[in-house]
């Protein structure tokens, strides 16, 4: 594997961080000291396997909800397991260290979670009222 599948320094990055490039000139010319994971690069190969979950998964499901439901368990964890590779601010939430992306991620796999009880109940019961 080549080496910037495991670690990447991000020449000319937008946010202006690391040190100056020289020779460069403009606006970014900045190169970060350390190299870092790639975590877009992680990100994009994780999100293409979940379309190919989510893909076989569709049919399977018979209430509209449940698949949406499925997607943001499934994203969620995946925004939760990159965002503790990923080099962030890190607040302190209710006495957890945590980024505000973790946040985010939590969220969305307690409305998965959620949604998938709801839709799951509710599927249950229109079939109920169908045939009685």
Not at 53 to 73: A, D, E, H, I, K
Not at 79 to 92: D, P, Q, S
């Given at each position: 594997?080549?080496?910037?599948?495991?670690?990447?320094?991000?020449?000319?990055?937008?946010i202006?961080?690391?040190?100056?490039?020289?020779?460069c000139?403009?606006?970014?010319?900045?190169?970060?000291p350390?190299?870092?994971f790639?975590?877009?690069?992680?990100?994009?190969?994780?999100?293409?396997?979940?379309?190919?979950?989510?893909?076989?998964?569709?049919?399977?499901?018979?209430?509209?909800?449940?698949?949406?439901?499925?997607?943001?368990?499934?994203?969620?964890?995946?925004?939760?397991?990159?965002?503790?590779?990923?080099?962030?601010?890190?607040?302190?939430?209710?006495?957890?260290?945590?980024?505000?992306?973790?946040?985010?991620?939590?969220?969305?796999?307690?409305?998965?979670?959620?949604?998938?009880?709801?839709?799951?109940?509710?599927?249950?019961?229109?079939?109920?009222?169908?045939?009685?």
């Amino acid at each position: 594997m080549p080496d910037w599948m495991w670690s990447y320094n991000y020449p000319h990055n937008v946010i202006g961080g690391g040190m100056p490039i020289p020779g460069c000139e403009g606006r970014h010319c900045m190169v970060l000291p350390d190299p870092v994971f790639p975590t877009p690069l992680y990100e994009a190969i994780a999100c293409i396997l979940l379309f190919v979950v989510l893909w076989r998964l569709r049919t399977y499901f018979v209430n509209p909800g449940q698949l949406f439901s499925t997607y943001l368990l499934l994203n969620g964890m995946e925004r939760f397991t990159i965002e503790k590779i990923r080099v962030n601010n890190i607040f302190n939430i209710a006495g957890f260290d945590m980024t505000q992306a973790e946040v985010i991620a939590l969220v969305l796999m307690l409305l998965g979670i959620s949604g998938l009880i709801y839709f799951k109940k509710h599927v249950v019961k229109n079939e109920r009222r169908a045939i009685g």
